[in-house]
């Protein structure tokens, strides 16, 4: 499958103001060099911590915010290379679901109000096709033409979270990043939304970023899954691969987090806290909290290293001698 996003070395810093001419200049890195590719078709997870950068790095993705360094290629395209039309004609082909739809969705609007405006935004159609259109995208979300007059508080949480995903897939997108969009869902509520999301991915063909806290489900849900740590990815590989097999200890530790029947489960338990930006550890970031941390960890900071055809892990453990082929040790 071709990449259709490739995302080289992303990083988003902020510059905290001095509170003295005297003062250190303090940087937050909220995302650093983050890279990635996503085929065409896939669903890609984005998993970590809140305060990760999982959402930061979603957002640089769709430019709603812009990256300090770094490359974003959409099908080939430096996107903060394009026009002013080029990113109209873009914004047309990428979308957002957010977590809290009450908060997306205009709360005065009506429901045909809130379908009908990326429409006409982007000249598409006359009254008569857009009302089509909107008909046929609340029946693919589920809903039918009762709801057009509603407003978004009269809907239930799992409704309105429907219409923010009408409203994003009406323009016909190819990629949708979905932030946390099935996290304030009850269950049994999450499980219909992912169904749909599953359902709409195959008849729009779209390639979706997922972002989540919840590592269960977006192993259920992904292709492939990054896991992010302090502002960088720590483990990439596929679903089924980090699912049977985490290879960092961040990863192995929010696995053994998920509730299991298995009685003879370890569950490692990460003791500390996340650190704090405005005073980041040296050497690997996970140092403060990692149960396999070593003397050169609390110094040297460990590269990303391919231990697979399509996996790469973060983590001294996992690198490769000096002129051999090896990986030095496996947990
Ligand atoms: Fe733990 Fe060291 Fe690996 Fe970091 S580099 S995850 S501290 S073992």
């Known amino acids: 499958m071709n990449p259709i996003l490739k995302v080289n070395d992303i990083s988003k810093h902020y510059h905290q103001p001095k509170q003295s001419f005297f003062d250190k200049a303090i940087v937050t890195k909220a995302v650093h060099k983050v890279s990635f590719e996503l085929k065409e078709g ?10 990760c950068g999982k959402s930061t790095t979603g957002q640089m993705l769709l430019q709603l915010i812009k990256q300090t360094s770094g490359t974003i290629f959409y099908k080939g395209e430096d996107v903060s290379k394009f ?111 992912l169904n749909l999301l599953k359902s709409i991915q195959q008849k729009y063909r779209l390639t979706y970023l997922f972002i989540s806290h919840d590592l269960n489900i977006v192993q259920y849900f992904c292709d492939r899954i990054a896991i992010m740590y302090f502002g960088e990815i720590v483990e990439l590989g596929t679903a089924s691969e980090i ?60 590269k990303l290293n391919s231990i697979g055809e399509h996996r790469t892990v973060s983590c001294h453990l996992y690198e490769k001698e000096e002129g051999r082929n090896a990986i030095r040790r496996t947990v």
């Open 42 to 51: 896939e669903a890609f997870g984005l998993v970590g911590e809140s305060g």
């Open 83 to 193: 026009s002013r039309q080029q990113m109209k004609a873009w914004r047309k082909q990428v979308q957002i679901v957010f977590q809290d739809p009450f908060s997306s969705l205009n709360p005065i609007k009506t429901i045909e109000w809130i379908l009908e405006e990326p429409l006409i935004i982007h000249r598409i159609g006359n009254k008569q096709t857009r009302k089509q259109k909107i008909l046929d995208t609340l029946a693919d979300v589920g809903l039918d033409e009762s709801y057009l007059t509603h407003y978004p508080h009269e809907l239930s949480g799992g409704q309105r979270q429907r219409i923010a995903i009408a409203s994003a897939i009406i323009l016909d997108p190819e990629f949708i990043v979905i932030d946390e969009g099935v996290s304030a869902l009850d269950v049994s509520v999450q499980a219909q939304i």
């Open 243 to 302: 699912g049977n097999d985490p290879k960092h200890p961040y990863t192995q530790a929010l696995f053994s987090a998920i509730p299991s029947l298995e009685d003879d489960r370890e569950i490692i338990v990460l003791s500390g806290d996340v650190p704090s930006h405005a005073n980041p550890p040296s050497g690997c970031a996970f140092h403060t909290r990692c149960k396999f941390a070593e003397a050169r960890c609390r110094t040297e900071k460990p």
